[in-house]
């Protein structure tokens, strides 16, 4: 029986209108003649938040009451977008709550427009977590995702210059009208210290923790609603603050500045996602955060969502905690200390419920990106932890010597705890030892993370393996984003793709459709209208007509080279401008970047630079600005992506193969009907596999032949000397020309492409411009081009994240829906 009142739904414009201005009257103090735009956001805000509520509260009283298992999704980064649109999409209220505003003379798309994107990710991993909860939601299966309630999230790029600079994002400045603050459910977490032998009242030797200090993690929650099936999940986020904030006599005595000392120390813990880490209070900042939250989250779960009298040795009936890449691997000692050091269990026992509660993803195949913490930094900050880690080790390193007897250097390539170069703990491993099953998040990269990252254990573990490829959720990113195409699906094969998205083969036979194939290419020429509207009132940036609209979006890193990209502009610049080639042969391109770098990135930043002052020299330059367009709108997010992707024509997938592990960009451009130009890496691969080789532009060398270009050694200038429209290419990037004649503006670039070149893009230059000279000549047909992009369309459905979700549950985590 439910307990407590439950707000009725609004199901009728009257009824809605009425808890609207309740809301805004009662909840934010004004009467509607006088609210302010952000009065009326934030009390529709919370009129469909109330309704959301109700579910909220009664699905998380019968999900514990039934003692199911949850999904604990422990994630650094929820990249979530904003929050009103997808309510109302979930809850079927877009009709009612539109016309209801209208009778009070309000606009739902102004209203939409105040909200501001919660700061909570910074690219595909976040990302890939909000699709994640949201699927597992709509699925009807009970979930948890945790993270850290960032108050300033990742940063707010500006372009100054044309250079990156850093600013706080301060998502939470008007409030969060989404979220419910959960003060009296805080959680103490301890750090530093030293730890201790003793004996139990049981005669039993016992280690203990004496913490010397501590913070608290109060909780805010976020609902998670399900498209049109009622159930609403959660998203708990936690906020750091001090357990004594304020010390009122240091204050009177006028060192006001000391007084709230701690406050200042313990916030700094959620203030910003991913603090630069170049330094050692940056690095050791960062494991703070990642302690923080897995530590509030674990307690949480043991104390607030299980039976007071539940039996321990059963958690893994009741909880599988998902670890989102290494950030939150520090979860599996902590676990082993709450059930040895806490709940006394036996460290067998402990060990054999650790291993079964914990799976791993991991998303990345660079050595630099598997987390690495320095013992000497855990010994200070988590010295029990330590010794855990290091029991943990000393077991595993027992059972790998006896499987492999004589084959010390494997036991040493096998070790949680290396000693090169420093003694460190390697956070992939552990998650590996301790986790039931590892994840790779598309083929080729499951196969490599086997193969090359994590080949001893995958032969020691051979059964420990799986892959789940990425998907992205269909109600976001089509049905949101891309209503016009929404209009023509659901006219031609009905409505139920949203929630099963391999119904989209049913477009394919109007890939053949004159008529359909027409209505398709309006609805893209809508979405570049909506798109060029957009980037002029938010940048100021003109996108021309008519353009085939290139984009490549996406964190900035070297590995994805929008360096290679913007060669390729620049070769087609200078042919232009020296008279190599007609101009009246070009195809008027716009090229659409969007990227942040991180702030300790320097070569990330150099290419930002780089791209913005060709921009600026191109629209200036009146013999190439009606032909070549370069738009480098600053601070891509979620938002703009919801306008972006669905006007692409052409969509930029051009990591060096075998660096990216998966991509989920490259699923959301085909799926909104735009063709992908890519090399075979990461989930591009099982793209061209489904969509065909004929609808796929691919160039560039596979992973072998990278591996065997880089054994055999690679000489990145040689290949600038060979290659005559390469070092034109080059030889202008680096003359002044974009840069008022200053010669050493651009040196840092060009020299790292001539005598580093990491990710090979003067290897793979030659290929990728033959295959763009193939986009040219499959553009220039426009029915052509509309029947591969509708057919990608169709082929792709595979990548909802509803399907990534059921894997998920099938192959790792054995939950089911309620």
């Not at 494991?287 to 923080?292: E, I, K, S, V």
């Not at 993803?361 to 880690?389: D, G, S, Y």
Request: hydrophobic share 40%; with cysteine.
């Amino acid at each position: 029986m439910a307990v407590g009142p439950v707000v009725s739904p609004p199901h009728s414009v009257d009824g809605f209108v009425k808890e609207f201005l309740r809301e805004l009257n009662f909840g934010t103090g004004v009467l509607l003649s006088r609210a302010t735009v952000n009065d009326q956001y934030v009390a529709l805000a919370r009129t469909v938040a109330h309704y959301l509520a109700a579910r909220w509260l009664e699905g998380g009283r019968t999900r514990r009451e039934a003692g199911v298992k949850v999904v604990g999704y422990l994630s650094a980064e929820y990249l979530l977008g904003r929050q009103l649109g997808n309510a109302l999409l979930a809850t079927g209220l877009r009709d009612i709550v539109e016309e209801g505003l209208e009778s009070c003379g309000i606009n739902l798309s102004t209203l939409r427009a105040q909200e501001v994107e919660p700061g909570l990710g910074n690219g595909g991993l976040g990302r890939l977590a909000a699709c994640f909860i949201d699927s597992l939601a709509t699925l009807n299966v009970p979930c948890i995702g945790y993270g850290i309630r960032y108050e300033y999230g990742i940063f707010r790029q500006t372009f100054v210059d044309g250079r990156q600079v850093e600013q706080p994002d301060a998502w939470l400045s008007l409030g969060s009208p989404w979220e419910f603050p959960h003060p009296e459910a805080a959680v103490q977490v301890d750090f530093g210290g030293t730890t201790e032998e003793y004996v139990d009242e049981d005669g039993t030797p016992r280690r203990r923790w004496l913490p010397s200090w501590n913070v608290l993690g109060v909780p805010y929650n976020y609902m998670v609603p399900g498209y049109h099936n009622g159930r609403v999940n959660t998203l708990r986020l936690w906020s750091a603050q001090a357990t004594k904030a304020f010390d009122l006599q240091i204050f009177n005595s006028g060192d006001y500045a000391e007084a709230v000392r701690a406050q200042t120390f313990a916030e700094n813990i959620s203030k910003v996602l991913y603090p630069e880490d170049s330094t050692p209070q940056g690095r050791e900042l960062r494991l703070q955060q990642q302690y923080f939250f897995v530590a509030c989250s674990l307690r949480d779960f043991i104390e607030r969502e299980l039976p007071a009298d539940f039996d321990l040795h059963d958690l893994p009936e009741r909880i599988i905690f998902q670890l989102n890449d290494t950030h939150p691997v520090i979860a599996v000692p902590e676990l082993m200390r709450l059930l040895v050091d806490e709940r006394k269990m036996d460290w067998d026992e402990a060990w054999a419920v650790t291993q079964k509660c914990f799976a791993y993803t991991c998303h990345t195949l660079l050595p630099e990106a598997l987390e690495v913490w320095p013992t000497e930094m855990l010994a200070k900050l988590l010295p029990r932890h330590l010794e855990i880690i290091y029991q943990i080790n000393d077991g595993f390193l027992r059972e790998v010597r006896e499987a492999f007897p004589g084959d010390e250097m494997r036991a040493r390539r096998m070790s949680i705890v290396t000693d090169y170069p420093e003694r460190a703990v390697r956070m992939a491993y552990l998650a590996t030892v301790a986790g039931a099953k590892v994840n790779g998040v598309a083929e080729l990269h499951s196969q490599l993370l086997r193969d090359k990252v994590l080949p001893d254990f995958s032969e020691y573990w051979p059964e420990k393996f799986t892959n789940v490829t990425n998907g992205v959720t269909p109600r976001r990113f089509i049905r949101l984003a891309n209503w016009n195409f929404t209009r023509l699906i659901n006219e031609t094969i009905g409505t139920g793709w949203v929630t099963d998205l391999d119904r989209l083969a049913e477009l394919e036979p109007y890939a053949e459709d004159p008529e359909f194939r027409a209505r398709f290419r309006q609805v893209k020429a809508a979405n570049k209208e909506r798109l060029a509207k957009l980037l002029v009132a938010r940048d100021g940036i003109v996108l021309p007509e008519g353009h085939l609209l290139d984009v490549m979006v996406k964190r900035l890193h070297e590995y994805k080279r929008q360096s290679m990209k913007l060669l390729h502009i620049l070769s087609t610049y200078e042919q232009i401008i020296s008279g190599a080639i007609d101009p009246a042969t070009v195809t008027p391109r716009t090229f659409v970047f969007g990227a942040k770098a991180a702030p300790g990135y320097k070569m990330a930043k150099e290419t930002i630079f780089a791209i913005n002052a060709v921009a600026a020299t191109l629209a200036a330059d009146e013999r190439t600005n009606h032909l070549l367009t370069v738009a480098f709108p600053a601070n891509y997010n979620v938002t703009l992506a919801e306008k972006l992707i669905p006007a692409a024509d052409l969509s930029e997938q051009i990591s060096l193969a075998g660096k990216e592990a998966s991509g989920t960009g490259n699923m959301k451009f085909a799926l909104n009907g735009a063709l992908t130009i890519g090399t075979d890496d990461g989930a591009n691969v099982e793209i061209r596999e489904l969509v065909g080789d004929d609808n796929f532009i691919l160039f560039g060398m596979s992973e072998p032949e990278v591996a065997d270009l880089q054994a055999r050694g690679y000489n990145p200038a040689a290949v600038y000397e060979s290659n005559p429209l390469l070092k034109r290419a080059i030889d202008l990037l680096a003359s002044g020309h974009f840069t008022e004649g200053n010669r050493d503006a651009m040196n840092p670039l060009v020299m790292d492409l001539l005598y580093n070149d990491r990710f090979l893009a003067l290897a793979d230059f030659q290929s990728y411009i033959e295959a763009q000279a193939k986009v040219d000549e499959l553009y220039a047909d426009p029915d052509a081009w509309s029947r591969k992009a509708i057919l990608n369309v169709a082929r792709t459905g595979f990548f909802s994240s509803d399907r990534s979700m059921r894997e998920y549950l099938d192959r790792i985590w054995h939950a089911k829906a309620l």
